[in-house]
């Protein structure tokens, strides 16, 4: 990847300061204005206080006015945390101070954090700091199964050789738009920003008029699966949208064989928090899995596990005043994400926290959904243990289909070992977090509290 010598909105405000940066529906902003606009979003932060080191929390969903304080901030030299405005409040208040934010910008809710509160004043003037690749751009919290979420702390050049990467694998140039489809306040909404930035396209924004209608605008998304299922399921693709990436959870051959069938491009990502998103893809095919390492990374699957080493790893995790490495000193970040090569491509089998044993027997939960997602009437599908007095632990199985239960555990029951058998099906219950995956533990939880 060639250095990248300025903020990269400035590079294109030089070379071509007319072309679309932002299209947000009725408001759209060329690349001087944006340049313009990042400027006087960081020169009112700076006004307030905001200094080069800083960590400010920005606790909102996305919008115009969310990327264009993501974008001050960063200008201004300060680092940024993504908070989900749907955290409940509790847990903010246990994650945070461990964190230490010299700000909070709540675009959400009011919300009461005992941290400095910062607004929205942009104002006359440069507020820019130096362009510096190697200092620590954001803060992004994991998704850990139980316990605190660790915060992953990413540089610019992390972020930017991570998009190198899936710009060069999706061909993805300046004449492109990508949708902004999912949040900045997780890994997968930020690989988009830096994309968008290092190949000078245009970034499409939903606003009022929705997602589907903004992407009746875009010519490449980032989808979680259950996305493109849903996006299936309506009478026609959106005309402008020439490809997907995705991400984020097993990726079922038939959702994919579906869409390349429709005229969409699918591209099957691998990747998580720590390496600031994708780091293995290719193009949907017959193989499964989601083929080998994009450009300037490594994986390794060591004693089933996957190993992943890449200029893409976060730095550390911050916590009280440092960052703690991620990584062992030579510099493999061992996944907890279980997988095998098959023919050059990375299997992916499940995590090996999610494992639990029945009977003696060993229970990889995504085994079962692998399977139970080869039925055509099931879009989503999660299999969690229960306590069982005999067993330890059972599988109970939750569903997202048109398909009646009873259909599905007959249809399952040949294809699973009896051990593998769900004890108990539900209807998948309706999710409220606003991040891009359910949690298992609440699902889990959800499951004990079943009469
Ligand atoms: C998988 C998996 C897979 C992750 N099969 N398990 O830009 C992108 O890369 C993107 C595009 C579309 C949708 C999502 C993305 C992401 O970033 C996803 C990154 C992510 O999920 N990060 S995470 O930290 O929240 O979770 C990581 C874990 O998710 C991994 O360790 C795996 O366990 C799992 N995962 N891709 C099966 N293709």
Not at 71 to 91: D, F, H, I, W
Not at 249 to 258: C, G, M, N, S, V
């Amino acid at each position: 990847m060639a250095a990248i010598a300025d903020w990269p909105w400035r590079r294109w405000q030089r070379s071509q300061p007319d072309a679309l940066a932002i299209d947000n529906g009725d408001k759209s902003l060329n690349w001087q204005q944006l340049a313009q606009a990042i400027d006087e979003q960081a020169a009112g932060f700076r006004l307030q206080g905001v200094s080069a080191g800083d960590l400010v929390a920005v606790r909102s969903g996305n919008s115009l006015t969310a990327l264009l304080a993501w974008l001050g901030l960063l200008a201004c030299g300060a680092r940024v945390l993504g908070l989900n405005p749907q955290l409940p409040e509790p847990q903010l208040h246990q994650l945070l101070p461990g964190l230490g934010p010299d700000f909070v910008l709540n675009l959400s809710d009011s919300a009461c954090l005992d941290f400095p509160a910062l607004a929205l004043l942009p104002a006359a003037g440069h507020g820019c700091e130096r362009w510096q690749p190697e200092k620590i751009a954001t803060l992004t919290l994991t998704s850990g199964s139980t316990g605190l979420p660790k915060a992953a702390a990413h540089t610019f050049a992390a972020h930017l050789h991570s998009a190198a990467a899936v710009v060069g694998l999706m061909s993805f140039t300046r004449d492109d738009r990508w949708l902004l489809s999912l949040p900045l306040f997780h890994v997968s909404g930020q690989g988009i920003l830096w994309r968008w930035l290092l190949a000078g396209a245009t970034l499409v924004i939903p606003d009022d008029g929705g997602f589907n209608q903004a992407l009746e605008r875009s010519s490449v998304a980032s989808l979680v699966p259950t996305q493109l299922w849903r996006l299936l399921h309506q009478p026609a693709l959106p005309a402008s949208l020439r490809a997907v990436l995705l991400g984020g959870a097993h990726i079922p051959a038939e959702l994919t064989r579906r869409a390349e069938a429709a005229g969409l491009h699918c591209y099957c990502g691998y990747g998580m928090t720590e390496t600031a998103s994708t780091l293995c893809a290719r193009r949907a095919g017959d193989l499964p899995g989601v083929g080998a390492p994009l450009t300037g990374h490594q994986v390794r699957v060591v004693a089933g596990e996957i190993w992943v080493r890449s200029p893409a790893l976060a730095a550390g995790y911050w916590l009280n005043g440092s960052l703690r490495p991620l990584a062992g000193g030579d510099g493999w970040l061992h996944t907890g994400d279980v997988g095998r090569w098959h023919r050059g491509e990375l299997l992916l089998e499940g995590r090996r926290d999610n494992l639990f044993f029945s009977g003696g027997e060993s229970v990889q939960p995504e085994q079962i959904e692998r399977i139970m997602l080869t039925h055509p009437a099931v879009t989503q599908v999660f299999v969690v243990p229960r306590a069982d007095s005999e067993y330890g632990q059972r599988p109970v199985a939750l569903v997202e289909s048109t398909a009646s239960l009873e259909e599905l555990a007959d249809w399952a029951a040949p294809k699973l070992a009896g051990y593998q058998r769900p004890v108990a099906w539900y209807p998948l219950p309706p999710a409220s977090s606003g991040g891009i995956k359910r949690s298992r533990h609440q699902l889990r939880e959800w499951v004990a509290n079943q009469a």
